[in-house]
């Protein structure tokens, strides 16, 4: 089955930038989205197609992709940050959503 | 603003039917702009899709479980549905409801429930 990988974990203390990779190999020809995820809170879209910021969403964050990876880079990283963060793409067919295993974010 | 909410029993047996309703409002289910989506996430593990419908009925399932999941509008209470039959305890996660995109740039989720747990077990 089609998969996205992601690192299960990444630490970076307050101030730093944290990047999230996430890699698949249909990703070149199918759009990338992340999700924030934070416990007890409804999970939040944060860049959709690659590299959009929806509205409300801090310039803090912000989406690329290089190949076969996607990359969400948070720039002077918070706190508030700390949270799961999920990929999200097109299975290679692009006739359904997959999600990355998730990546948790530990703000030092 | 959307709100969705999940609702249903916690507890399920194995065999049995799960069944979860997810309330919305602030919006209509039989608007065109989303699509109602059902996703899924087992204890420490990541995210899967489950499916989703829009708002004419046609649905859409995870090739993975399309033979035990229906998901069904009631737009007199503007809810969707879930059912997954014969469950085992592979299906004990947490379900959310949330709205979808689809568009030929691929698909979004943009508004989410909180979850809720269901554990199957006897």
């Known amino acids: 089955s089609y998969e996205l990988t992601q690192p299960p974990s990444v630490s970076v203390s307050p101030g730093q930038t944290a990047r999230i990779t996430c890699s698949g190999d249909?990703?070149?020809?199918?759009?990338a989205y992340w999700y924030q995820q934070k416990p007890g809170q409804a999970s939040v879209l944060v860049i959709y197609?690659?590299?959009k910021r929806p509205s409300g969403i801090p310039e803090r964050f912000s989406g690329s992709s290089s190949g076969t990876t996607v990359t969400l880079t948070i720039s002077g990283v918070r706190a508030e940050d700390e949270a799961d963060y999920y990929c999200?793409?097109?299975?290679?067919?692009?006739?359904?959503?997959?999600f990355g295993g998730g990546t948790k974010l530990t703000v030092l | 603003q959307l709100q969705l909410q999940e609702s249903g029993p916690g507890l399920v047996r194995p065999s049995e039917t799960l069944s979860l309703t997810c309330s919305v409002s602030?919006?209509?289910?039989?608007?065109?702009?989303?699509?109602w989506a059902w996703i899924r996430q087992p204890p420490g593990k990541g995210l899967e899709w489950i499916g989703n419908?829009?708002?004419?009925?046609?649905?859409y399932y995870s090739p993975s479980l399309k033979s035990r999941v229906t998901i069904s509008l009631d737009t007199s209470k503007n809810q969707f549905s879930l059912k997954l039959s014969s469950v085992t305890a592979a299906d004990t996660a947490l379900y959310y409801c949330?709205?979808?995109?689809?568009?030929?740039?691929?698909?979004?989720?943009?508004?989410w429930g909180l979850g809720t747990l269901v554990t199957v077990s006897s």
């Open positions: 197609k690659d590299s």
């Open positions: 602030g919006g209509s289910i039989s608007s065109s702009a989303f699509h």
């Open positions: 249909a990703l070149p020809k199918q759009n």
């Open positions: 949330a709205t979808m995109k689809y568009e030929s740039s691929g698909f979004s989720f943009d508004y």
């Open positions: 999200q793409s097109a299975h290679s067919s692009g006739t359904y959503p997959v």
């Open positions: 419908i829009y708002y004419s009925g046609t649905t």
